[in-house]
């Protein structure tokens, strides 16, 4: 019979060999630099290998170094974030690679206590920047690592509880090897991303098949086990496309606020469609944003007839947005967070992808 030891030692040795033979070519992969390592590390929050090469490689040829993305103005980064969503991660990355120019000399700490403490480095950044850049043995646990030694260890807890996220720091702490730390956890990440996979994992080709208690146990595709997370709240809004992006015609956009939700970012005019307006006819519905745009900018419009639906989910909220045209009946001087843009100046301005796919779908 296996012992708990010869379990761990199989699983190592075995992932290990499967990844320094199979790992992909990524270009992340082809750097010891902690700084680049970083950068990719917090694209990939929430966000797709594949989406995230092309955005890797244009932000590191504008922002080669800590000191270029330090210096950079707060609109160029996030115009180079674009499409990513979760804004914040730029931001945060901002702030924190700032204080790494001011506080470390411009080098990225190689400890645990200094590196964690920088803004929006959590527990998992902290484990791969330094495992990987700096081959330190700390653990790195994300969504795939947790799946892979909840089915290799038979781990029936809640995997969102911190007891069992420190439970398998634990693990990985008693596994990781000192001379291949780095490689040990792309190495779980690999196999969580490529084969150990939510819905219909491979187990055919998994590398540490043999000894997997999960699928030994038939219950591979039952693991992890996960509290449902709370469905993301609905919000109705209505927005409004005042003049046109056709031609050469300007149109209408303001900057958000620099709090909160996709804070300092540009976007069309639109409200929330509250309490009170449940009945409102479309005319209704464009009545009301034509007042908000005049209360707002002092411009005087005139509704041009229905546009479109689209609709974003973020992490808590999820947005069911119609959108409106709108033509200018009376100029006004603009507010300072508002501008008449045309098409060909958008390179300048960091949009969500919600109004991205708007203005697309207006210009196609």
Known sequence: MTTALEKKQYFVHSLLAWF????RD?????????????????????????????????????????????DAPEEEVLKLWEGLGYYSRARNLQSAVREVRDTYNGVVPDDRQHFSSLKGVGP?????VLSIAYNRPEPAVDGN?????????????????????????????????HDAAGDFNQALMELGA????????????????EQCTGRLEGKEEQLPIKKKAKAPRPEYRIAAMVGSVEGE??????????????????????MEYGKGMEELSEAGEQEALARHIQAETGLIVKPHGFLMNAEHT??????????????IVQQHPLPDHYRWIRKEEMQHFAFPNIFLRIIGARQS
């Open 124 to 128: 998992y950044t902290t484990g791969a």
């Open 20 to 23: 320094r033979a199979y790992q």
């Open 249 to 270: 015609k300007p149109f209408l956009i303001r900057q958000r606020s620099g709090q909160g939700l996709l804070a300092n970012m540009w976007e069309l005019p639109h």
């Open 145 to 177: 690592v947790m799946r892979v030694l909840s089915r290799y260890f038979l781990i029936e807890e809640d995997i969102m509880k911190g007891s069992t996220r420190a439970h398998m720091e634990h693990l990985i702490r008693e596994m990781i090897p």
């Open 26 to 70: 990524l270009p992340w992969r082809r750097t010891k630099d902690p700084y680049r390592i970083w950068v990719s590390e917090i694209m990939l929050q929430q966000t797709r290998v594949d989406t995230v090469i092309p955005y890797y490689e244009r932000f590191l040829e504008r922002f080669p170094t800590v000191e270029a993305l330090a």
């Open 314 to 327: 973020f992490s808590h909220i999820h947005w069911n947005m119609k959108v409106y045209a709108f033509e």
């Open 194 to 209: 490529l084969i150990c996979t939510p819905k219909s994992p491979q187990c055919l080709v998994c590398p540490v098949m």
